[in-house]
């Protein structure tokens, strides 16, 4: 409920915009919002990102058995050079010559490795089998046919990743465009509303938002880490929360659902966990909170087990 909308998170945003919808259509005729800020307008906003987001994500999801096809693609047409290569010595000598220019090694017998060298080599293989088909060996795929089918599949492997590629670029484009209109429209729905109702309407949390003078809710703590070299104790730290106060630590049994239980608190990231039964496992949480008392998100819970004491 932060009202610096530049820094919220895309999910967090449509987040915000879908609070800030159903609070426009229960509350903005009475505060008199205007027509920019009308549910239909903000929900319009909210529903293209929405969408811009969901196309992207299908277009990253559509990339990635592209790719997977391609690299094997390239596999394929590196065994199918190798083989025809191997083969080909028999005609053209183990080491280079110009009799090996006609089947596209020209300077070396190394397998290319650009793709653009791999197609040109492969194209020429197709031709040379085409030209000499009694050079070739059927059973190994080392064949005209063979080689036009390898360099199809490259070739046209190569085209559908990067056609999605560019689809994407494009797509990514839209998403930051529909974003940046989706910001756009909930900053001006924060300055109206500055103008409309007090610092202390409540109506700010119905929009989703902070009222002007409450401090920001702090998100959940990261880089929770837990020294546990000291038997039956706990020092648990985190890296310090913006707009925290004090933080809260908490302490839930290692493969239990119970609902993690707080230990104590801190106006610094740092708490020492005493008492606690050797050998016992556990999983430690730690929240912040800002000055007027609001509770941030709980972090991810980080596993750990009581150093029992060392026998006399």
């Given at each position: 409920m932060?009202?610096?909308?530049?820094?919220?998170?895309?999910e967090?945003?449509?987040?915000?915009?879908?609070?800030?919808?159903?609070?426009?259509?229960?509350?903005?005729?009475?505060?008199?919002?205007?027509?920019?800020?009308?549910?239909?307008?903000?929900?319009?906003?909210?529903?293209?990102?929405?969408?811009?987001?969901?196309?992207?994500?299908?277009?990253?999801?559509?990339?990635?058995?592209?790719?997977?096809?391609?690299k094997?693609?390239?596999?394929?047409?590196?065994?199918?050079?190798?083989?025809?290569?191997?083969?080909?010595?028999?005609?053209?000598?183990?080491?280079?010559?110009?009799?090996?220019?006609?089947?596209?090694?020209?300077?070396?017998?190394?397998?290319?490795?650009?793709?653009?060298?791999?197609?040109?080599?492969?194209?020429?293989?197709?031709?040379?089998?085409?030209?000499?088909?009694?050079?070739g060996?059927?059973?190994?795929?080392?064949?005209?046919?063979?080689?036009?089918?390898?360099?199809?599949?490259?070739?046209?492997?190569k085209?559908?990743?990067?056609?999605?590629?560019?689809?994407?670029?494009?797509?990514?484009?839209?998403?930051?465009?529909?974003?940046?209109?989706?910001?756009?429209?909930?900053?001006?729905?924060?300055?109206?509303?500055?103008?409309?109702?007090?610092?202390?309407?409540?109506?700010?949390?119905?929009?989703?938002?902070?009222?002007?003078g409450?401090?920001?809710?702090?998100?959940?703590?990261?880089?929770?880490?837990?020294?546990?070299?000291?038997?039956?104790?706990?020092?648990?730290?985190?890296?310090?929360?913006?707009?925290?106060?004090?933080?809260r630590?908490?302490?839930?049994?290692?493969?239990?659902?119970?609902?993690?239980?707080?230990?104590?608190?801190?106006?610094?990231?740092?708490?020492?966990?005493?008492?606690?039964?050797?050998?016992?496992?556990?999983?430690?949480?730690?929240?912040?909170?800002?000055?007027?008392?609001?509770?941030?998100?709980?972090?991810?819970?980080?596993?750990?087990?009581?150093?029992?004491?060392?026998?006399?």
């Amino acid at each position: 409920m932060r009202n610096d909308i530049l820094k919220l998170s895309s999910e967090d945003l449509l987040g915000l915009a879908l609070k800030s919808v159903s609070a426009a259509a229960l509350h903005g005729a009475a505060i008199q919002l205007s027509p920019r800020r009308s549910t239909e307008n903000l929900k319009g906003l909210r529903d293209a990102a929405d969408k811009a987001e969901k196309d992207f994500q299908k277009g990253i999801s559509a990339l990635v058995p592209l790719r997977t096809a391609f690299k094997q693609a390239r596999t394929d047409a590196r065994m199918h050079l190798t083989a025809c290569r191997d083969v080909l010595k028999r005609q053209c000598g183990s080491q280079y010559c110009q009799a090996w220019n006609e089947a596209g090694w020209k300077g070396s017998l190394a397998i290319p490795r650009s793709l653009n060298g791999m197609l040109s080599t492969v194209s020429a293989l197709e031709q040379y089998f085409k030209d000499h088909a009694d050079h070739g060996v059927a059973q190994l795929g080392v064949t005209s046919a063979q080689s036009k089918a390898v360099f199809d599949a490259l070739d046209g492997a190569k085209n559908a990743a990067s056609n999605q590629e560019v689809t994407n670029k494009g797509l990514h484009a839209a998403r930051d465009a529909a974003f940046e209109a989706l910001r756009n429209g909930l900053r001006g729905l924060c300055n109206e509303l500055s103008e409309l109702i007090g610092d202390e309407d409540a109506r700010w949390k119905a929009f989703g938002l902070n009222a002007p003078g409450e401090p920001s809710v702090p998100p959940a703590p990261t880089e929770v880490a837990v020294e546990n070299d000291i038997p039956c104790q706990l020092v648990v730290t985190c890296a310090a929360v913006p707009f925290a106060d004090y933080y809260r630590f908490f302490t839930q049994p290692a493969g239990s659902n119970a609902e993690p239980q707080p230990v104590g608190s801190s106006g610094e990231p740092v708490l020492v966990i005493e008492g606690l039964a050797p050998g016992a496992s556990w999983k430690i949480l730690v929240s912040a909170v800002n000055t007027a008392g609001s509770e941030g998100p709980r972090s991810d819970a980080v596993a750990t087990t009581v150093l029992a004491a060392e026998a006399a």
